[in-house]
């Protein structure tokens, strides 16, 4: 079991930077992926971004160039910098995370943290 707090979101201007940090309750080294996704208003959510255990990453092709997650595991924090951005980035933004066992995967979610991007 994790739970999952995000903080960082808030309202910017088009070409401003943000960055969204989620805490975890335990010990993040174990967990297998972290992620961020995102859910605009009458939109599915979306994958924005994921990282490994082992490091290696993953971004949404809307994003690639633009943002940058990371984690620091003594601190059990998954950041996602985010720079130059646009209206369309306006979401919700989701801390995702996926622990596989022998007997399949468990996933869990944040509460949200909203992400405003004025024109």
């Known amino acids: 079991q994790v739970q999952l707090v995000e903080s960082g979101g808030g309202l910017v201007q088009a070409g401003g930077s943000l960055r969204l940090s989620c805490a975890a309750s335990?010990?993040?080294?174990?967990?297998?992926?972290l992620g961020w996704y995102r859910q605009a208003p009458g939109k599915q959510r979306e994958l924005v971004a994921t990282?490994?255990?082992?490091?290696?990453?993953n971004y949404a092709d809307s994003v690639k160039g633009r943002f940058t997650i990371s984690r620091d595991n003594a601190k059990n924090t998954v950041y996602l910098r985010m720079d130059s951005l646009k209206p369309e980035d306006t979401a919700v933004y989701y801390c995702?995370?996926?622990?596989?066992?022998?007997?399949?995967?468990?996933?869990?979610w944040g509460q949200g943290t909203q992400v405003t991007v004025s024109s």
């Open positions: 990282i490994t255990s082992g490091g290696s990453t």
């Open positions: 995702n995370a996926e622990i596989r066992s022998g007997i399949g995967s468990r996933i869990y």
């Open positions: 335990r010990n993040i080294f174990s967990i297998n992926v």
